[in-house]
């Protein structure tokens, strides 16, 4: 299994950021994604996730109503639409892949089985 992220970049505090991960290696419709989140100095925290038949979203209070959690099972690409960005937001971007049968958007780390390697995503004040 591979998950590639990308579309991290610079961008000022009120702004928007759609970051993407790319799945590959088990079949799309069978897993659950997450995004999580580290920063420097900080553990990793859980920013979203979605089932794996998009039905099912679960966001962290710090982003609800802000970020949006999507999948293109066509591309087989897991997105995070991030609006209204706050300094604080700022961090190393991961996806992560559970592979479970049981569609289910887990906010546990230990519910995934998979992880990329992470997109910088830098939010000036």
């Known amino acids: 299994v591979q998950l590639q992220a990308s579309g991290g970049g610079l961008v000022q505090a009120g702004g928007s950021l759609r970051i993407s991960c790319a799945a590959s290696g088990r079949t799309f419709s069978k897993t659950n994604m997450g995004w999580f989140r580290q920063a420097p100095g900080k553990e990793r925290e859980f920013v979203a996730a979605?089932?794996?038949?998009?039905?099912?979203?679960n966001y962290a209070d710090s982003v609800k109503g802000r970020f949006t959690i999507s999948r293109d099972g066509a591309k087989n690409t897991v997105y995070l639409q991030m609006n209204s960005l706050k300094p604080e937001d700022t961090a190393v971007y991961l996806c992560?892949?559970?592979?479970?049968?049981?569609?289910?958007?887990?906010?546990?780390?230990?519910?995934?089985?998979?992880w990329g390697q992470g997109t910088q995503v830098t939010v000036s004040s």
């Open positions: 979605i089932s794996l038949s998009g039905r099912s979203t």
């Open positions: 992560a892949l559970d592979q479970s049968d049981i569609p289910y958007a887990s906010s546990r780390l230990a519910a995934y089985d998979y």
